[in-house]
DNA sequence: CTGAAAGCGCTAACAA
DNA sequence: TTGTTAGCGCTTTCAG
């Protein structure tokens, strides 16, 4: 069923149905109305195609996130779907697999579906691919911190403070060889979350001992391997470990359980992310809730923002906005807190 | 950059830049090269909407499952994805939060957009809408039990041998009375599970009781809950838990913990799944693997064959094709077996 | 082997 | 208020 078709059937012109689609108070009510009743028994749609040539308009986003199996992620695209799908608009959701390469493949694939804006998610992008993405002069909002050019939109979560409200409080439950199994991607967060456990250790004079940091995947594996390492190599244990993510953690945790070290009575643990297991491992483990869906919705508006000012053909170069969102500590039972513990999720 | 100016850079008309895009092999060797050499240095690409205008093809197809931060679901998503990416497709996977209403919403979206082809996980499409949606004539294929009518192509697991197989699991282990706290969706796998456990409960010569089955909601508070009121109803508690999803099983072993009761040698617990975190748990679940990833990858591979065979105008009505899979058990310490504990993942 | 022109379904400027 | 028509970017038939 087409334009046409419903046209013939009124007995009117394509332009007048055209008109009632786009700008029914053009139409005189009585054939508007009748036009209107063809369009709803045939449940007439127009072709998202032919309109999108015309319009240049997709009515389609892209988002492009490192991760597929990962709920924080997922939690993001949620939150970035529902202002989507309010304002009609359907999403592409590209997992990049934590690959570049697959990274810069989907947003050609994007770019030559001309969507109409673009989200990344810690974009892994260099100076000179965004550069040529930039040409294509697509809206783009960047969520999650990244190296990626600071002339976009972008939202961002202040990870520093959360590693350092972190590491105040395993200081504050009496720890003080405090270790670190730090992720190594995304590359930007981890760099912020290690500046903040050292500020606090400073600050509180505690020295900074390199040897009780380590780089390891973003996973549990990695916090497996680093934790046997680590305490493979030292002479003397840590009293607690602060890890950049929870997956970190529970790969610590079950590394410590098979080492015979009880957590957190021999050592305490704390992860970074709130997955939603951490309330459910042995023990609980006390983490730094971060506002995913937020950084979703709020990344999205600000999307639409830039897409409506397009439309509006307000073409002037504005400085780029950023938002920043701040984290949520979650005490539970690893951190060895006496008190603070009872959250039950 | 659209063809227009190609042809002119190239000192030829529009039809012969369309010629070395789809039928190279019409054009004269010299002329071809030098339009793909400047196809090549602007980095043209054709627009997709004024193709699908013509070819009435999108390169596009759809992805309904019923939850988004489910590792689960997403991997079957990543089959979905590696085989699309690699026929040069993308995929519109859409979230419907289990929701019906959603299903449906997402289903009208994805044809107003064209896809080439749908596919379904766990759809809770019933009689009517699945007509409607026949009518559109577009590929479909079904992955995992649903009671949508069965004149698609589908992929699906045999659920109820898993379920078997985890039951005679426990009996082995010595356990007798096993409770069973069945989730409620998707209904059909559900169902099919509860046949499998209760046809070997009997043919083991144990009486089914129904006051041991309990239907929960599929996640972890449903496990939570379901376990807690067994247990107070129970006079008696039994000896293991067959729990339909892992994530149930977490909740439940949560409730046992609390309870002061040990897992497993108080209550044995069992999950289904083979969630990522249930090697991770205290103790590490028992579960049955499914083949997630390879659901995907056989439902795209079927939507595929649709989809060429379409465009090969064979309109011939064939059979649907139906393709089961199996399950894998996963022995690990929850089901309190004495002898075949010892995997780490 | 190549070009002119029609047409895919729709929108919008221009006329009536 | 409505219709006619050009054009969005591309493919393909038909002539040449």
Redesign the interface.
Known sequence: MNIKQIATAAGVSVATVSRVLNHPENVAPKTREKIQKIIDEEEY?P????Q??NFKR?KTIGLVLPQ??N?AN??V??GV?DVARQKGY??????MEKDPKREKEYLD?LI???VDGLILLYSTLNEEYASWIEEENVPIVLIGETKARDSWDSVFVDCRAGAAEMTAHLIECGHKRIAMLCGKDPEPEAKAMLQGYKNVLKASGIKVEEHLIYQVNNN?EGGYIGMKKMIGNLPRKPDAVFASSDEIA?GA??AL?EMKLRVPEDIAVTGFGND??SS???PKVTTVELPYRKMGIYGARMLFDQIEEKQAKAEKRRRPKKIQLQTKMRVRKSCGHRERIGEMF
Chains 1, 2 share one sequence.
């Not at 359907?90 to 997992?95: L, P, W």
């Open positions: 749609t072709n998202l195609f032919a999108g040539l997709t597929n199996i709920s997922m939690e695209a949620n779907e359907i999403t592409f959701i590209c997992n694939q030559t579906r001309k549990i529970y945790i079950d359980k939603r297991m459910l491992m042995e």
